[in-house]
């Protein structure tokens, strides 16, 4: 088989930028280990920046989400038994967020695939990209049994943070910063409506919460437990309690309790790999780096890495810029770590840390008092929620 650019991972990654490609006329095939099915299964995310909203209207899959996301003007932060609203829109020149599962983006994406005829090998295994250092790399891979050869001139890694594609860079030329924190994140999602119209992220003594939610019937809650928790420990019953002690008073009278529709525990980590980038290999989205969910950013910067390598083969396939597409690296990572940071400081501010840490408790306090309560403060966290502008290229 032949391709232009082989792309390894049918996640939100993979199959954004395999459309975005295929509508420029560059061929690409993606490989991906799960089936379609198990890849819909999995309760992700759900806020959009304006940033990834653009580019999934670039991608012609704006219109389910036109008709059933929401779009947000405004998030708040609870603390000390009382709500402020960050008005997203005002503070950041006018833009705001998306609510549209990541699910929901990903279905999407995998119907326009389908839609257009573009390959996608399900359940392929032992997927191993080969030749990065050369011009002419290729992947293999088993499916139905036959070990199958992919030529292309390029590989994209979108194959998450499990994924083979990070793995092929030589050990000694990678740098990996990590930082595992040592709580997660119980979710429940519950076909409930949701407590309030926009999120709320709540820092209390008892530990974090977060309201989300999917749709005007559909809620999505949070509460931060210690990693040595077990789902099984976990009835409905014991979740809505947990979550209404840790809610502002008036905030919890309202909730609406139901039985949950899917409940797990997701583990906290901040990862970054160096270089995104090895040969004709290149690391997009969770193959690359994770960031705690508490930013909303994880899908949102796999789409900006999108963004970026996307514009850069069209720069290669159209005009002969093989130049450029060095810096791919280089340019995400810019953007990369400020998402890192903000998703760092907002777990940072929000999460219990240590039973008998009177002090950090404090400084938490004061944070979150001097940043909401000064326009330069609100203004800060609008401007990263809303996330921060893509970078041009050359
Ligand atoms: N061969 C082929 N496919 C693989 C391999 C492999 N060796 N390893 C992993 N995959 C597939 C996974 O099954 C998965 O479908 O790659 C895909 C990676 O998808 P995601 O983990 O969703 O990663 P990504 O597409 O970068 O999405 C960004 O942002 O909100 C966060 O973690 C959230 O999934 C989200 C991510
Ligand atoms: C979610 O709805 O799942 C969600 C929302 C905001 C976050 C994290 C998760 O910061």
């Given amino acids: 088989m032949k391709t232009q650019v082989a792309i390894i991972g049918a996640g939100p990654s993979g199959l954004l930028l395999g459309q975005l490609l295929h509508l420029q006329g560059i061929d690409n095939v993606i490989l991906e280990r799960r089936s379609g ?18 580019l999934l209207r670039e991608a012609n899959v704006d219109a389910r989400m036109d008709e059933e996301g929401q779009p947000h003007h405004g998030v708040e932060l609870a603390f000390d038994n009382r709500r402020v609203r960050i008005d997203l829109q005002a503070l950041s020149g006018g833009k705001s967020v998306m609510i549209y599962g990541q699910t929901e983006v990903t279905r999407d994406l995998m119907e326009a695939r389908a839609a257009v005829g573009a390959t996608s090998l399900y359940e392929a295994e032992n997927v191993q990209p080969h030749g990065l250092e050369t011009d002419h790399p290729y992947v293999t891979f088993e499916k139905d049994g036959e070990t199958v050869r992919l030529d292309c001139d390029y590989i994209a890694g979108c194959d998450g943070f499990h994924g083979v594609s990070r793995q092929c ?25 949701p407590v309030s119209d926009e999120l709320i992220y709540a820092n209390h003594e008892r530990g974090f919460a977060l309201c989300s939610m999917r749709s005007k019937t559909r809620s999505r809650y949070y509460v931060q437990v210690a990693e040595t928790e077990k789902v099984e420990d976990w009835s409905d019953e014991r979740f809505w309690d947990e979550l209404k002690a840790r809610l502002p008073e008036d905030v919890a009278n309202q909730l609406i309790t139901g039985p949950s529709i899917e409940k797990s525990i997701a583990p906290l980590r901040s990862f970054v790999a160096e270089p995104m980038q090895h040969g004709r290999l ?90 909401t309560g000064s326009e330069a403060g609100r203004r800060t966290i609008a401007e990263n929620y809303v996330g921060l502008p893509y970078e041009t290229l050359e």
């Fill in 169 to 193: 860079i030589p050990a000694d030329l990678l740098k990996v910063f990590e930082r595992v924190y040592p709580f997660g994140w119980l979710g429940v999602l519950s076909e409930t409506p």
């Fill in 282 to 371: 290149f690391l997009v989205g969770d193959a690359a780096h994770i960031v705690p969910p508490t930013g909303a950013k994880g899908l949102n910067l796999a789409a900006s890495d999108v963004n970026t390598l996307y514009r850069l083969l069209v720069k290669v396939y159209k005009e002969g810029r093989t130049d450029l597409i060095e810096r791919y690296s280089e340019t995400c990572l810019r953007r990369v770590w400020k998402a890192e940071r903000f998703s760092w400081w907002m777990t940072s501010i929000l999460h219990k840390f240590s039973a008998d840490e009177d002090f950090g408790r404090r400084i938490q306090q004061a944070e979150l008092d001097y940043y």
């Fill in 37 to 54: 099915d198990y890849v819909l299964s999995r309760i992700r995310a759900g806020v959009l920046e304006q940033g990834m909203v653009d």
